[in-house]
């Protein structure tokens, strides 16, 4: 069975600092979809990226950025100069289908960034 | 625009009690979930439906049920509530082909069991 691990369950910076959030995967199948999610204190989920198991290249969005890495099974996701505004819980989440997005979600991180 | 919703939004009710969530979403897509949320276990899969008359049970579906009459909705109900059901319970709706999808979910419903 899949699994995913986020062992930062709290995470706090001050403003301006760069932030990395954790995540490792368990999975026995060779395609997979990684997912990063974002809870923001109003508490819908925010969808940020999803990354196929076949492309390994690093993404950047802005001031996000996600490397994935298939040695390691990690997919982590970085915050550049962090604002009081990316303050949330930070899931990521597993598929194994690209038919239906069904997510095996980690435990989260809670990212404060305070002023 | 296209929206998935939930309701209600919060909810209290007394342990052995009925109860019922709704989850209505107008993209028209065929795969729906229902996901409870708990400190420290992110989010978990309770039922899923893959169209009309499909139901299949998740990793955490002990004394849940759904059913799917039509394709927009996909109500979850709580046979006899307990107070270890007290969680956020997230409904998501995703297309059933193609790799640049992504599952939309509804604003959650907090439900409180006493």
């Known amino acids: 069975a899949q699994k995913v691990t986020q062992a930062q369950t709290e995470i706090s910076v001050v403003e301006k600092e760069d932030v990395t959030l954790d995540c490792v995967y368990e999975t026995r199948d060779t395609t997979y979809y990684l997912f990063w999610y974002k809870q923001p204190p109003s508490g819908e989920l925010v969808f940020l990226i999803r990354?196929?198991?076949?492309?390994?290249q690093n993404e950047i969005s802005g001031r996000y950025s996600w490397n994935f890495q298939k040695s390691t099974s990690s997919f982590n996701f970085t915050i550049t100069a962090s604002q009081v505004v990316d303050s949330a819980v930070y899931f990521c989440?597993?598929?194994?289908?690209?038919?239906?997005?069904?997510?095996?979600f980690g435990g989260g991180t809670r990212l404060m960034v305070k002023p | 625009d296209a929206e998935i919703t939930q309701s209600p939004r919060h909810k209290i009710t007394e342990t052995g009690r009925q109860v019922t969530l709704a989850c209505h979403q107008t993209?028209?897509?065929?795969?729906m979930f229902w996901y409870r949320q708990d400190l420290g276990h992110g989010l978990r899969l309770i039922h899923y439906?893959?169209?009309?008359?499909?139901?299949n049970k998740g990793e955490v579906s002990d004394g849940y049920s759904v059913s799917r009459s039509n394709t927009e909705d996909l109500p979850l109900t709580l046979e006899s509530a307990a107070s270890s059901q007290t969680s956020v319970y997230f409904c998501a709706s995703s297309e059933s082909a193609g790799m640049n999808t992504e599952a939309f979910f509804g604003q959650g419903t907090r439900l409180t069991v006493v």
């Open positions: 993209w028209n897509h065929n795969n």
């Open positions: 989440a597993l598929s194994l289908r690209v038919y239906d997005n069904m997510l095996t």
């Open positions: 990354r196929n198991s076949f492309d390994e």
């Open positions: 439906s893959y169209g009309v008359q499909d139901t």
